[in-house]
């Protein structure tokens, strides 16, 4: 039994394109391998805090010496990296937002790419640790960016997934869906159809 791991992050629920996706990809997934553990996260209904002095001590220093409000920050960032860690299929599903990830994606992001956790200093250089695992990304976007400089959203999350040993990666894009009906169809369809191929 594999375990996946859903981070759901746009500002909208039911208008929001790329959880069609999302949607399809559970369906898939369900039909394919039942017995498998889907966990979603949505950091957009349920925001994470943004990182701040606590989160640092709480990583930083040693038991005993912690605040309260570090050693809550600690733990609510293990609870995120052990999510992670355990996933053997790690889904991210966002918006673009100004030509970039949501604010509360990269919240997320900021608790789980962790030095001594998810990725280790060696003598070499830094080292991912979450080798073996998926990932697959899901975006909806108002314009085209693919083959585009302005497109910071894939080329940034591709870093920091090889960053931390992640190297079985998939992005699926929803383009040009602000941009009446027709367009909009036709982009779903174009990224439903690659999700089909993939699960
Ligand atoms: C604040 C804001 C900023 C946006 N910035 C961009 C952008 O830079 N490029 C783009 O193609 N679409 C942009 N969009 C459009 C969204 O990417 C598009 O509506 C997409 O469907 C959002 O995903 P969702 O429907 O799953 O929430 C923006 C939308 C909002 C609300």
């Given at each position: 039994?594999?375990?996946?791991?859903?981070?759901?992050?746009?500002?909208?629920?039911?208008?929001?394109?790329?959880?069609?996706?999302?949607?399809q990809f559970i369906n898939q997934w369900r039909?394919?391998?039942?017995?498998?553990?889907?966990?979603?996260?949505?950091?957009?209904?349920?925001?994470?805090p943004h990182m701040d002095a606590?989160?640092?001590?709480?990583?930083?220093?040693?038991?005993?010496q912690r605040s309260?409000?570090?050693?809550?920050?600690?733990?609510?960032?293990?609870?995120?990296?052990?999510?992670l860690l355990?996933?053997?299929?790690?889904v991210i599903a966002l918006p673009m937002y100004n030509f970039t990830i949501s604010s509360t994606l990269k919240a997320w992001l900021d608790h789980v790419i962790r030095a001594g956790?998810?990725?280790k200093y060696t003598h070499a250089r830094p080292?991912?640790?979450?080798?073996?695992?998926?990932?697959?990304?899901?975006?909806?976007?108002?314009?085209?960016?693919t083959d585009d400089t302005s497109d910071h959203q894939e080329p940034y999350l591709r870093q920091l997934l090889l960053f931390i040993g992640i190297h079985d990666i998939t992005f699926i894009h929803a383009e040009v869906v602000d941009l009446g009906s027709i367009f909009r169809e036709k982009g779903i369809r174009h990224a439903t159809t690659l999700l089909t191929q993939i699960v």
């Open positions: 039994m594999s375990s996946v791991l859903i981070i759901e992050s746009s500002a909208l629920q039911q208008e929001s394109v790329y959880r069609q996706l999302t949607q039909t394919a391998n039942p017995t498998d553990q889907i966990i979603i996260r949505d950091v957009a209904l349920n925001p994470i606590n989160l640092i001590g709480g990583w930083m220093k040693p038991a005993g309260e409000n570090e050693q809550v920050c600690l733990e609510r960032s293990n609870e995120l990296t052990s999510e355990t996933a053997d299929v790690l956790v998810t990725f080292q991912g640790v979450l080798t073996g695992k998926r990932a697959v990304v899901l975006t909806a976007r108002g314009g085209i960016h």
